[in-house]
């Protein structure tokens, strides 16, 4: 069990896409791929975070904000690092960036599969 001390939610950056993708890949299947997380890097209305811990990413998520509404578009938890309220401190960014920017609504849309 980890203990939640000392999370830092920063931006995601280029070296770390590949331990963004890998985590993805482990967590969903059908998940977003190495060059999805890539394109939102690139694009203008994505905001992309990860949570650090122990000097590795232990959560990610992609978010995407147009005119008053933001949309999660994908996040994940390390396994180990479940049940910890990690992707509840994630969510919390969430919130906080899209009332900054001035939205109103966040939406979550669901695969059905999911």
Known sequence: MNAVTDLDIAPLQAD???AVAA?????????????QFADSLANAHHHASVVHATGEVIAYMVHGIVCDEAELLT???APDWQRHGIGSRVLDHLFTEARAVGCTQVFLEVRASN
Do not use: R, Y
């Open 16 to 18: 770390e896409l590949a």
């Open 23 to 35: 985590l993805e890949a482990g967590l969903h299947d059908g998940g977003w791929s190495l060059q």
């Open 75 to 77: 996040l994940g938890v």
